[in-house]
């Protein structure tokens, strides 16, 4: 009965209204007794809270004993911002404008510092790393590559001459036999002497050929005869010349090269691999196996390789092996300054690094009269 009742009106229900709603739920009075007051009252507040329950609009809005209306907890309200996502409108510090806003999602990324692209002492040339103390593609600086006949030493190119040879002012020379530099650079015998085992004598107990004394069993300028010069990677023995090329390498158009690595004589000396390829145990393949690497197509131990000793084309001298990727001296030389010499000969290290002899002569590790 009270949910037919409870039926939106525009306005407050009238008295007659009222007065049906009491008399169909107002209590007969038992032994003749009428309704009090109090429980009229009560059974309106009854009906008009009931309805109001299921109906808000039923008797409209409430007021209070000041007269002022109070909101029905039912209506809708506006909806709240939170603190965190309002906008700023007042200058939070030196810089900021009215407009600004926080956004707290935002993260400051970690800043980076740029690192040096090759180890401390090394320069990138060529999108490598080098050494350029020793590379003799970029002795020195980057794109100043030596001569074939040098050696980068201490990022300058340096004559790379054999043991038995001195380099006198650009030139690999013997002076064993040169009378121009007789026994050492400069030391020049007279006229009508001959150079012998580094010293000037008046006679000659070899062959003469010109004005040099030579022996032409040994003499590579004079192998078997004057004249009579040996190639470029030969030496004379018992006047015969003979390939002076390493254990692991063979003679390719007058040159010594490891079939096993070198990308123009791979295998042979007639096969060639592509540009995209290296040479790997004497086959062209994609790429070097093993612990090996490559420097220009050719696969090398960079440990044990004399061209390649430690890295890309740092090349050993004449007198030194690569042991470990460092280049030490070949047994019997002893390392003074920058170079491998035979303290029992040399005489501007005769005995030890620092003995210079006056003479230019030393035999045996003492300076001969």
């Known amino acids: 009965m009270l949910l037919k009742t409870c039926v939106p009106w525009p306005r407050a229900p009238s008295r007659a209204i009222l007065r049906s709603v009491r008399s169909r739920h107002e ?5 003749g007794r009428t309704t009090s007051g109090a429980q009229r009252a009560w059974l309106f507040a009854l009906v008009t809270l009931g309805c109001r329950e299921l109906n808000p609009d039923f008797v409209g809005p409430t007021t209070s004993s000041s007269g002022a209306t109070i909101a029905d907890p039912s209506a809708t309200t506006a909806p709240t911002t939170s603190s965190s996502d309002s906008t700023t409108d007042e200058p939070t510090g030196p810089g900021t404008t009215a407009e600004e806003t926080t956004d707290e999602s935002e993260t400051t ?7 040096p692209p090759c180890p401390p002492g090394q320069l990138m040339c060529d999108d490598s790393c080098v050494d350029p103390l020793r590379n003799v593609k970029h002795c020195g600086d980057c794109d100043q590559p030596c001569l074939s006949t040098h050696i980068c030493e201490d990022g300058a190119c340096a004559l790379n001459c054999p043991l038995d040879a001195l380099d006198c002012d650009g030139v690999c020379v013997d002076v064993v036999a040169d009378v121009n530099h007789c026994g050492a650079c400069g030391v020049a015998c007279e006229p009508g002497e001959f150079c012998v085992e580094g ?3 008046a006679a000659c107990p070899f062959a003469t050929c010109g004005p040099a004394c030579v022996d032409t069993q040994s003499a590579d300028d004079h192998c078997g005869g004057c004249d009579q010069p040996c190639g470029a990677v030969e030496d004379c023995v018992d006047g015969v010349c003979e390939a002076a090329c390493g254990p692991d390498q063979s003679v390719c158009d007058e040159l010594c090269v490891d079939l096993v690595g070198d990308p123009d004589h791979c295998g042979d000396c007639e096969t060639s691999c592509k540009n995209n390829e290296v040479c790997s145990d004497g086959v062209c393949d994609k790429g070097c196996k093993g612990n090996k ?9 960079l440990n044990t390789n004399d061209d390649h000793c430690g890295g890309c084309f740092q090349s050993c001298s004449a007198t030194e092996k690569c042991v470990g990727g460092e280049c030490m001296c070949i047994e019997g030389l002893t390392r003074c300054g920058g ?17 210079s002899c006056p003479s230019n002569v030393c035999a045996m590790g003492l300076c001969q009269p």
């Open 27 to 31: 209590p007969r009075p038992a032994h």
């Open 109 to 115: 990324p970690a800043s980076t510092t740029d690192e």
């Open 199 to 201: 010293q000037c004598e």
């Open 293 to 301: 690497t490559s420097c220009d197509g050719a696969c090398v131990n």
């Open 339 to 355: 170079s491998c010499v035979d303290t029992e000969v040399n005489p501007g290290h005769c005995g030890n690094c620092q003995t």
